[in-house]
């Protein structure tokens, strides 16, 4: 199982940023996938999930209205959409899957909100 983010990036507040997270190694239209990150001191938070087949999203109340969690089945890659960026949504961003009981992570890709 591999997952690779990308997108991260320095962005202002009130900006947007795209990430993406390619998937390999196992069958990605068969599995739900997650959005968590991790902010400096702080532990790993959920912030969006899917189902496989994209019918169903689920959100931190802290990102809710703001991120937009989306897949495509066919490019095995699933996306965050998060716009009107904050400072307090500064942290690294992983996607992940469970798969048997065991979650497989990305390497994580750095999402700094700063003026």
């Known amino acids: 199982v591999q997952l690779v983010e990308s997108g991260g990036g320095l962005v202002q507040p009130g900006g947007s940023l795209r990430l993406s997270c390619a998937a390999s190694?196992?069958?990605?239209?068969?599995?739900?996938m997650s959005w968590y990150r991790q902010a400096p001191g702080k532990g790993r938070e959920l912030v969006a999930a899917?189902?496989?087949?994209?019918?169903?999203?689920k959100y931190a109340d802290s990102v809710t209205g703001r991120f937009t969690i989306s897949r495509d089945n066919a490019k095995n890659t699933v996306y965050l959409q998060m716009n009107n960026l904050k400072p307090e949504d500064t942290a690294v961003y992983y996607c992940?899957?469970?798969?048997?009981?065991?979650?497989?992570w990305g390497q994580g890709t750095q999402v700094t909100v700063t003026s």
């Open positions: 992940t899957v469970l798969i048997f009981g065991r979650n497989y």
């Open positions: 190694g196992f069958t990605f239209i068969g599995y739900a």
């Open positions: 899917i189902t496989s087949a994209g019918d169903t999203t």
